[in-house]
């Protein structure tokens, strides 16, 4: 049985986010590393962007931010995301070509990395794929497959899998119900769906649905019993998983002796 749904509010503004996004369309793609990324280097990188933003963030974005900081830990939407030790729920699920992908085949072939995300619209989640995606190699040699989740309809995952040339499968999620089942599901404030939409968001057509549920920054290291080793949850979208932390914790399960 799923976990019921637990409403709480965006926590940025959507205006920070157009405004990186804008930014970031304007600059060229450069090509994926073939270095993973030195420890720390994520943490920096989105401590810079988030930075220098904030003089950017009108007054009363401000405070529509800070209710929705508060409002979202206040859910207790943290106690319900799965954990260190619980057991991964199996899903099958689209990648961006249509092809069916399941969980519980993958995992005969090594342990699975998931990271969720919220959409090709998201700044942060673009910057966080491209790093993780510089680590893929050396997570692959080490074992393990990286699987990245989002609401997004498969078009919407395509393009996201092509413009950043993601070198894992982009899966979609319809409804958040994977997402749903680790427990890290909110839903998107009603005062900030209008500043959205007057930005060119729309959830409902990115998602090909109407709830404006997004998931949690979370990602998952999954051993191949089906057992979470190591996990990533945050109320702030934008912190991430730092990629070397990840490769570290794949190392632990593939190296260790049995």
Same mark, same amino acid.
């Given at each position: 049985m799923r976990k019921k749904l637990i409403p709480a509010t965006l926590t940025a503004s959507i205006l920070l986010t157009v405004t990186v996004f804008m930014s970031a369309c304007q600059k060229p793609q450069e090509p994926v590393a073939k270095k993973p990324q030195p420890?720390?280097?994520?943490?920096?990188?989105?401590?810079?962007?988030?930075?220098?933003? %904030?003089?950017? /963030?009108?007054?009363?974005? %401000?405070? /529509?931010? %800070?209710?929705?900081? #508060?409002?979202?830990?206040?859910?207790?939407?943290? &106690?319900?995301?799965?954990? /260190?030790?619980?057991?991964?729920?199996?899903?099958?699920?689209? &990648?961006?070509?249509? #092809?069916?992908?399941?969980?519980?085949?993958?995992? %005969?072939?090594?342990?699975?990395v998931i990271t969720f995300y919220r959409g090709k619209w998201c700044p942060y989640c673009n910057t966080a794929l491209v790093a993780l995606a510089e680590t893929t190699p050396a997570i692959n040699g080490a074992g393990a497959r990286v699987l990245a989740v989002s609401p997004q309809t498969p078009d919407n995952s395509l393009s996201t899998q092509e413009k950043h040339d993601l070198p894992y499968r982009v899966l979609s999620d319809p409804g958040n119900q994977t997402a749903n089942d680790f427990g890290i599901v909110f839903t998107l404030a009603k005062d900030l769906v209008p500043i959205y939409k007057k930005f060119g968001i729309d959830l409902a057509d990115v998602n090909g649905e109407d709830s404006n549920q997004l998931p949690l920054p979370a990602t998952y290291v999954i051993d191949t019993n089906g057992k979470i080793t190591w996990a990533f949850v945050d109320t702030d979208y934008t912190r991430r998983a730092e990629p070397a932390e990840v490769l570290a914790a794949v190392e632990a399960l593939t190296t260790s002796p049995h």
């Open positions: 420890e720390g280097a994520l943490a920096k990188e989105l401590d810079e962007m988030r930075e220098s933003m %904030k003089a950017k /963030v009108p007054l009363d974005a %401000k405070a /529509v931010m %800070k209710k929705a900081n #508060q409002d979202l830990i206040d859910s207790g939407i943290l &106690d319900t995301a799965l954990k /260190v030790g619980d057991t991964a729920p199996d899903f099958t699920l689209s &990648d961006a070509t249509g #092809q069916p992908v399941h969980l519980e085949n993958e995992l %005969k072939n090594g342990p699975v």
